[in-house]
């Protein structure tokens, strides 16, 4: 049975993705903050080696694990700078360093769950938008490398990660929470709605699978129009 490992499992995407994966047919471990921290080097190893352990081998990796903090750059905090490189940037570069020999082997693919936010960016996400942009350049370089790798590019997905930036927006903004969704939120969309995460664990599994045989370097964008612009 093929083996994928999949990070922030517990929640949004990564756990629409782990379900999706699992139904189709992989075995699965999904990894988050209950397991170990990916802002670790030993939590991006121990995720790789439970993986191994557990089965042997490994198929696919999804780099998911993430978070977010909305700020301007001159009142940023800088440890939160540091964290979001390390969840968004330096563990999707540990897990395809860690789990390299195993994908090799299967001849397995690299998938980091990126944003349109590695195409373009918006005001007050420095962090975010530099770490996004970074894991297209791994991915880039990945493949180069001869590792089978993708940069999967929505735009905003209904998850608890957006959710959660509602009221940091509404504060920055100076507006109220429904009309940020409308008016912040939802503005670079070309198609006015959120993503939802099966929509996007539909798009990991189609590259996991053969028809992403010939996909690799390259971001795969799935933004409803925002990046057209
Ligand atoms: N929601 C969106 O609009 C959107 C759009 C584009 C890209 N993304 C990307 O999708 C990925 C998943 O985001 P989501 O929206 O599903 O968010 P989410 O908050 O629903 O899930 C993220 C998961 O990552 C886990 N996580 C965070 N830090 C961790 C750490 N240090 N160690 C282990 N686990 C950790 C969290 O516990 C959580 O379960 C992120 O990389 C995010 O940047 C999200």
Partial sequence: MPAALVTGAASGIGKATAERLRSDGYDVLGFDLEDGDLSTREGNRLAVDTALERFGRLDVVVANAGVQHVAPVAEFPEDRWDGILAILLTSPFLLAKYAWDALHESSGRFIAVASAHALVASPNKAAYVAAKHGVLGLVKTLALEGLQATAVCPGYVRTPLVEKQIPDQARTHGMSEDDVLEEVILAPHA????????????????????????FSGVPVTMDLGWSAR
Avoid: D, M, Q
């Fill in 191 to 214: 198609v006015k709605r959120l993503i939802e995460p099966e929509e996007v664990a539909n798009v990991i599994a189609f590259l996991a699978g053969p028809g992403g045989s010939a």
